[in-house]
């Protein structure tokens, strides 16, 4: 947490929130994005709010607002959520090892904020866990200073685009851009071919089972892609891709 | 969905607890454990095809209906983000190429 004096007053802090610099930009402006297309896809303005206050998750904030919009029940957004946060579980695997030392609500704080970026920089400055108390708080330190700027730039940058929605005439059809949003962020996944295979049968499985009720093609479209690569895994091993 | 209704700002909360605890999930417990070997394989797939199953109905279908027509800006769209992506290797880059296809073709043609 950024606001504990033990870290932010150590100089990993500030080097953290450095290292993040870079990347504040595009960060901005994915946030940017994000607020106009949740005001244009239909949410009212206190709902777009509460969403970027408290989900802080692009990609599931956008993969929801079609749901919600279609009036899919909680459960198939909130599962439908989780799929697209898997990768932050494979992290989680990762960043055990660097956080095991602090209390759990201190650990679940910071798994909170530490998004894409925030991970990939952390780990790319520390690849090994710090082997002393003071170590192992620089680290911390590096990882609050870090993710504080992501943060920030995310919420402002979102709020704003809350903010100027309104401005823009609907008929541009904005909203698109958060389906744009998640179609670039699907081809970063793209890492391996059985990945791909796995894209391609999601979205087949998704338009033909679109007339089920619920949403469920969603839910459907998962299962039958994760089922049917993993039964090619097994029948013909892959080499393995990190995540 | 004008003004505050309150099953969505649940679904807001709940998507809110799904951050934490997908952000968390191995530091959560203080035991060690893994997950079966199965599920370990899964989490390389579920990702995409998540995204893949919300994604391709929004660009490719009106309705639950296939379009029926080529003249439907969001495909050209797509494709050029899809082909920006790979040129450029950034998300930014796919929305800013994407929409930069979509606004002239849906405001100039209508499409």
Known sequence: MFFRPTLYRRAEFLQGFRDFAPQAPGVAAWGLMTGVAMVKSGMSVFEAVAMTMLVFAGSSQLAAIPLLVAGAPAWVILATGFCVNLRFVVFSLHLRNYLMHLPRWQRMCHGYFTADITYVLFIRQYPHPGSTDAERTGQVAYLAGNYLLNWGSWIGASLLGVGLANLIPPEWGLGFAGILCLLGIQCSLASSRMRILAAAVAGVAAVVAYNLPLKLNIVVAIAVAVILCLTVDKIRPAPKVAA | ?111
């Open chain 2, 1 to 111: 969905m004008n003004g505050i209704d309150f099953w969505t700002l649940g679904v807001i909360v709940g998507l809110a607890v799904v951050t934490v605890v997908a952000r968390s999930f191995f530091f959560i417990s203080s035991q060690s454990w893994q997950l079966p070997d199965w599920a370990q394989r899964g989490l390389q797939y579920a990702p995409i095809a998540a995204l893949s199953a919300v994604v391709i109905p929004e660009i490719i279908t009106v309705q639950g209906e296939l379009v029926s027509t080529w003249q439907d800006a969001r495909l050209y769209a797509a494709a050029a983000g899809v082909a920006a992506y790979f040129w450029r290797r950034g998300v930014l880059t796919t929305i800013l190429v994407g929409m930069a296809v979509y606004l002239p073709l849906r405001l100039g043609l209508g499409w």
